[in-house]
Structure formats: structure tokens, C-alpha cells
């Protein structure tokens, strides 16, 4: 029986926070990768795209990913493009239930619009970066994940609540 969760996800859709009551819920221990990488780089998410690009990036997380492989009775809310690279969402599907949260664009829009901590989506059409980053990864989170919830209705108590009720029926 595994005893972690990971929550994969596009930007906006509540990962961090609805982590963040998973573990308090569960008692499980509550990682965000991004916080993670950003500790161990000495850098914020946006200065190491600067610095490093997107490559950079992606070569941290996986870097990251590797390290909790196996991680026991964790919640682990994961940046949205670790489902870009299989062999994260197979290190993480050892220990973990790979649970998707999704929303409407429109939704993410408006939880993403007000930060500027997403270098992805610092550009001039965000709704365009947006669908077209999406389009690319749809497929993807679909493949990795056991259940899919819709936060775009929910608050995140009830997300979490979600999770759990399906979980445990599986
Ligand atoms: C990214 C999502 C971000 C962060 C980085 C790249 C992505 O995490 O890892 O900016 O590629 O979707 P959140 O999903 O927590 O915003």
C-alpha cells in the first residue's frame, strides 16, 4: 500500500495549498518541490530561469524528484511541469497515489494573475500561454494520474475532502 500523495497539476490549480490541508488532515508530512529546489539553489524560481533557463530548471527538479523517490507517508505538491519528463512521474508513482487537480482557464487565470513567480507565465497573452502550455501537457497529466478532481468549484478544504473520499475508494 502506498503512503504518499502527489499532487500534479497545471499552475493555479491549487496544488500547495490543498497540500498544505491534505497533510494537515493526514498527518503526513507536507513537501512543495518548488520550495525545495529553491533551497537547495540558493535561488528563487525566477532566478534560476534566469540564470539557467528552463533546462536548468527542469535538471533541478528532476534532481529533486530523484531524492524522494520512495518517500514514506509524504504529501508532495509538485511544480506543473514535472510531467514533462517520465521519469520524474515514475519515481514518484513508487511511493506515491498521483492525484491531478484541474481548473478552468479562466480560473487559473485569476489565482496566477496577481504573483509574479511563475517565469512561464510572464508574458505579454497570458491566456495564450496558458491554453498553448496546456495543450502540450493535457495528455500527460492525464496519463500520470489515478483520479482527477476539478478545483474550479471547490474551495480547497473541499478538494482535499475530495481526494480523500476517492482515494479511499479505490
Ligand atoms: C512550472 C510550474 C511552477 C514552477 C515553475 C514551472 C510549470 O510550479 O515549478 O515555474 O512548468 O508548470 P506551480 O505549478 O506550483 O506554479
Known amino acids: 500500500m502506498k503512503t504518499s500523495i502527489a499532487l ?8 500547495t495549498t490543498v497540500g498544505r490541508i491534505l497533510a494537515e488532515k493526514t498527518g503526513k508530512e507536507f513537501l512543495e518541490l518548488d520550495a525545495r529546489i529553491e533551497a537547495e539553489a540558493g535561488m528563487t524560481i525566477t532566478g534560476i ?18 531524492k524522494l523517490t520512495g518517500r514514506k507517508n509524504a504529501i508532495i505538491a509538485c511544480g506543473g511541469g514535472v510531467v514533462l519528463n517520465t521519469i520524474n512521474v515514475e519515481r514518484l508513482k513508487e511511493e506515491c497515489r498521483m492525484v491531478c487537480l484541474t481548473a478552468s482557464i479562466d480560473a487559473i487565470l485569476e489565482r496566477t ?3 509574479k513567480t511563475r517565469p512561464l507565465l510572464e508574458t505579454g497573452d497570458r491566456v495564450s500561454r496558458i491554453k ?17 478532481i476539478d478545483t474550479t468549484r471547490l474551495s480547497p478544504g473541499q ?12
Open 132 to 148: 498553448e502550455l496546456l495543450d502540450k501537457r493535457e495528455s500527460l497529466y492525464r496519463q500520470a494520474a489515478e483520479i482527477i
Open 113 to 115: 494573475e496577481k504573483e
Open 8 to 15: 500534479i497539476g497545471f499552475m493555479g490549480t491549487g496544488k
Open 49 to 66: 530561469f534566469e540564470k539557467e533557463g528552463e533546462t536548468g530548471f527542469r535538471r533541478r527538479e528532476m534532481a529533486v524528484i530523484e
Open 159 to 170: 478538494v482535499a475532502d475530495g481526494i480523500l473520499a476517492e482515494l479511499n475508494e479505490l
